[in-house]
């Protein structure tokens, strides 16, 4: 879906990243297009089979993500899960958004 990430992120507050562990590697053209143009975004690994194989300070430095982007476990099947990783995208805009404020 790379050539429809411009439609799909115009009026985005930010966008959840949703990794898999076995294919981490796909992320990073999301991470790179987030990054680039400076979107809010929270990466939600997904713990297939209800593994987490690795922690989350190993899928950051694989990703070669900032400390201050949200990582957290969410399985994409349970609704809890997506809706703390809705809710962590929706504190880091507002974070962003205060200190924009602050520094103006």
């Given amino acids: 879906f790379h050539f429809m990430w411009n439609e799909l992120s115009r009026g985005a507050i930010g966008a959840v990243v949703l990794a898999d562990t076995r294919r981490l590697g796909d992320c990073f053209a999301a991470v790179d ?3 680039a143009r400076k979107m809010p975004f929270v ?3 997904n713990p297939f089979d209800g593994e987490k194989t690795h922690p989350l300070d190993s899928i950051r430095d694989a ?3 900032d ?3 949200p990582m957290l476990f969410a399985d994409a099947r349970h609704r809890e ?3 703390n990783s ?3 995208l929706v504190e880091l805009a507002l974070r962003r958004e205060r200190a924009k404020a602050l520094s103006a």
């Fill in 63 to 65: 990703l070669q993500v």
């Fill in 67 to 69: 400390p201050e982007v």
């Fill in 86 to 88: 809705l809710i962590s």
């Fill in 33 to 35: 297009y987030f990054e």
């Fill in 81 to 83: 899960q997506v809706k």
């Fill in 43 to 45: 990466i939600a690994v």
